[in-house]
């Protein structure tokens, strides 16, 4: 059989890593494997053309070893444009470690993954995504320098699922001022899937703010935390994407934004943490943008996490960690307003500038 008459599963098996559908000319793949600590990982080098690969280790229970991969290569061509909308001088990398993180993760598999980082010689820079802690980073900066998100005590400038929520909190209150014609959130609706590191610190300002907060989660222990907290009600329907609601803020895994969920939404704004919201960036993208549903591009809004680890590598201080990440109000209002100019979609307006980024640095490295 000839590839043209092949669907692309089936090439994709043909092909298992360069085919897969997201691979988007990684720079590097590398398969991480060590029988004495169960260890089984997979790092993601997109690009490094603005600076080493930065971004997270995710260790999850994947149903399969093409969920890990597609997972890895998602995440770490993810990585790249956030760190490059941000203005950092970082490539886009990410880690995923195949496992259950509650009962699987041992201070032996961490450091054996940290041995596997170090070995790429400060290609890729990790750090602390689901599933990981600060305490994890720290271990792994027992074998190698090439770690941020390492807890205060040690140097590092802690965990930084406070400052990703007070970044998407910015790009939200952005996203109110272009559609409402005012940011305050008082009174407005707002659904928070996802109460985890983040989550929970985003429940936290937006009901300092008065909004409405309903809090979802697959984890019934948090949700009763949570809500002895903060003012929120927890959500107790069947279906939470058949919601009316002001604002949709997906704070757990990615691709929740899909076809079967898509035609249900009624949000006016999606505006939240998880990376990459959209199963199809291209198709779903259109889609939201034909419903009239303004969305805040996932990579670009949650990019605090990544602007406080950069300040382990940079040396700047709480300050300008703060300015960098309220700096996302203003940038996504620019790239709201040029999807709006040219009639594209948000999310193609944000990578427009992204990759505008890299070419002209690429460009300059080549002269
Ligand atoms: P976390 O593991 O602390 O929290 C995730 C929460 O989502 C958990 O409470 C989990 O029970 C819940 N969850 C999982 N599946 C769910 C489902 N189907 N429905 C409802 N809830 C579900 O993770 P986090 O650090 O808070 O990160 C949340 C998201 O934000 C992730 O997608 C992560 O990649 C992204 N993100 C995090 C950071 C950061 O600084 N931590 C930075 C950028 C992006």
């Known amino acids: 059989m000839t590839s043209d008459v092949l669907s692309s599963k089936e090439l994709s ?34 690009n490094t053309v603005l600076g080493p690969a930065l971004g997270g280790t995710r260790m999850w229970n994947y149903n399969n070893e093409w969920e890990a991969l597609n997972d890895a290569l998602r995440l770490s061509r993810g990585m790249t444009f956030k760190s490059a909308i941000t203005g950092l001088n970082l ?26 980082v170090h070995s790429l010689s400060g290609k890729y820079i990790t750090a602390e995504d689901v599933g990981m802690t600060t305490a994890d980073m720290d271990i792994v900066r027992e074998v190698t320098p090439y770690v941020t998100g390492i807890s205060e005590s040690k140097g590092g400038a802690g965990n930084p699922s406070p400052i990703t929520a007070y970044g998407v909190f910015m790009g939200m209150k952005a996203a109110a001022n272009f559609r409402y014609g005012s940011d305050i959130l008082e ?17 936290e300002h937006l009901t300092n ?13 948090r949700l009763e935390e949570v809500r002895a907290k903060y003012d929120v009600t927890i959500y107790g329907g069947q279906d ?29 704004i999606i505006a939240g943490a998880a990376n990459n919201q959209l199963a199809d960036e291209v198709k779903h993208g259109k889609m939201l943008q034909e419903k009239n549903i303004l969305y805040a591009p996932d990579f670009l809004i949650n990019a605090g996490g ?7 590598l940079e040396n700047y201080d709480r300050q300008e960690i703060i300015r960098k990440t309220e700096n996302i109000y203003n940038t996504t209002l620019e790239i709201l307003d040029r999807a709006k100019a040219n009639n594209i979609t948000t999310n193609v307006a944000a ?8 070419e002209t640095r690429k460009r300059e490295q080549q002269k």
């Open 13 to 46: 098996k043909i092909n298992p890593v360069f085919g897969q559908l997201s691979f988007d000319n990684h720079e590097q793949i590398v398969f991480c494997n060590d029988k004495d600590t169960g260890l089984k990982a997979i790092i993601g080098i997109h």
């Open 91 to 116: 490539g886009g990398g990410k880690a995923v470690i195949i496992g259950d993180a509650k009962t699987q993760k041992t201070p032996e598999l961490m450091r054996r993954f940290g041995e596997f």
């Open 187 to 203: 009174d407005k609706n707002v659904f928070v899937q996802g109460i985890g590191h983040v989550g929970e610190s985003l429940v």
């Open 209 to 221: 703010e008065g909004a409405k907060v309903t809090i979802a989660d697959i984890n019934q222990e």
């Open 240 to 268: 939470i994407y058949s919601e009316p609601m002001d604002i949709y803020a997906p704070c757990a895994l990615g691709a929740t934004i899909n076809d079967d969920t898509i035609h249900k939404l009624r949000a006016d």
């Open 306 to 312: 990544i602007i406080n680890v950069y300040a382990e």
């Open 351 to 358: 990578m427009s500038i992204a990759k505008e980024r890299i």
